[in-house]
């Protein structure tokens, strides 16, 4: 029989209301962590994005406690992506630099450093063992269903390289002998997986040293190919191209800080780390699509590159106005943006001059977003999926050829006063 291990992933819901976040505490994070306290035997535990900071701030006991089990070994931290961001959807320095910043996070509150990381959504892709050597870590957990249908070798751990840089996988399963990993969506069901996995476990450094099949696993998880998502939510695919443009700019102020010092009258460092900060949040892979996505959470990852873009843009002295004609969607086609200090439109020309985006700088809000709705949403602690109560309403002024916009609750432009100008019909 294999070595047996487990690893517990929590991440605190982002972008959620104070509310929603304090049900999520008492309802899943809490019992979880008690769980995990009472646990006979070692255990990986994954705290996604800005989780741990939270707990050291809101519980300091129970941080103090955790801070315990991890210098004894009964609790070993696995790292991930800062905010979830699935890594294989966003560019190879971002993915680099979310790890990195968990690990610090990390590194902050409890004092040690995790070798090992809880691959997002388990979508794997065939850079990740570069990205992951890059950012410190030496493994990596892989999903047990998928890897048996891609005709991965049947061995707990998979040696694993790309570039020479090389990584353990470790094969995950909901269940049984192995590496065990535990997504608590549902807190009863995690609860009694816990209470069966009672017996002594072994460290997950038992599982790194069994012997390992090397394999050049696809792109690809239990979903399926991540992206397939893009092709089917128009929404999702236009967040994620103005995503990619918002990373270069990013990227590009970061070269600038990098190649000044600090007699240079150049951009401010802590200015990098605000610019980062939204990035990271917008590229989180709830923003895309699935289960948890809503139009409000999508309004938020808008407004979090808006205001990285803004913030990039504001240190490296881009001119504006400005007009810029590319291929900004990726579809072979120019687009036309037009960016003013309030305004920021962009036009398609190749689809009859469409209209097919509209951002308001100052108030980092995308007008459009809102325009390709998601069906249904659950709020959580509820248990009903609610529709999403995004409404647009025209009403004619007189006289003034005008219309008036509203724009209704769970928008991110709830109370934003506009006119639009009413088009030739």
């Not at 998601?374 to 003034?400: C, H, I, K, Y």
Request: hydrophobic content about 45%.
């Amino acid at each position: 029989m294999s070595p047996r291990a487990v690893i517990v992933h929590l991440s605190e819901p982002l972008w959620a209301h104070a509310r929603d976040i304090e049900l999520w505490r008492r309802d899943v994070f809490q019992p979880v962590m008690d769980a995990v306290f009472a646990s006979s035997g070692p255990i990986g535990l994954v705290l996604g994005g800005r989780l741990a900071e939270r707990l050291a701030s809101s519980d300091p006991d129970r941080a103090a406690a955790l801070r315990s089990r991890v210098a004894s070994g009964q609790v070993e931290l696995v790292a991930t992506a800062l905010h979830a961001a699935c890594l294989s959807s966003i560019p190879r320095e971002d993915a680099k630099g979310q790890l990195r910043a968990h690990i610090t996070v990390l590194r902050r509150a409890f004092g040690a450093r995790p070798e090992g990381c809880w691959v997002p959504f388990q979508a794997w892709d065939p850079s990740l063992p570069r990205v992951l050597r890059k950012a410190g870590l030496s493994w990596a957990t892989l999903d047990d269903a998928w890897l048996r249908r891609v005709g991965a070798p049947n061995a707990e751990a998979l040696a694993l390289e790309r570039e020479g840089h090389a990584i353990i996988g470790l094969r995950g399963r909901p269940d049984g002998n192995g590496l065990v990993l535990l997504d608590p969506h549902d807190v009863e069901s995690t609860a009694h997986a816990l209470a069966a996995l009672a017996l002594p476990r072994d460290p997950i450094a038992m599982l790194l040293a069994l012997p390992r099949a090397r394999a050049y696993l696809p792109t690809g998880g239990p979903e399926g190919l991540w992206e397939t998502r893009l092709l089917q939510d128009a929404g999702a695919d236009a967040l994620h191209k103005r995503m990619l443009r918002v990373s270069r700019l990013v990227r590009r102020l970061e070269r600038t800080v990098e190649g000044s010092t600090y007699t240079d009258d150049g951009p401010d460092p802590m200015r990098l780390e605000q610019a980062n900060r939204y990035l990271y949040r917008a590229q989180s892979g709830v923003a895309y699509g699935g289960a948890s996505c809503s139009t409000a959470i999508r309004d938020r990852a808008w407004r979090d590159l808006i205001r990285a873009e803004a913030v990039a843009g504001g240190e490296l002295a881009l001119p504006v106005p400005a007009c810029t004609t590319a291929d900004l969607d990726c579809d072979g086609e120019d687009e036309v943006r037009l960016r003013t200090e309030a305004w920021s439109v962009t036009v398609a020309p190749a689809s009859n001059g469409a209209l097919v985006e509209i951002v308001r700088n100052r108030e980092a809000v995308n007008v459009l977003s809102g325009m390709l709705p998601l069906a249904f949403r659950e709020t959580w602690g509820s248990g009903t999926p609610v529709a999403d109560r995004w409404e647009l309403v025209t009403t004619e002024v007189p006289g003034e050829g005008l219309a008036r916009v509203v724009l209704m609750a769970d928008s991110a432009l709830e109370g934003v006063p506009m006119r639009l100008t009413k088009g030739i019909e």
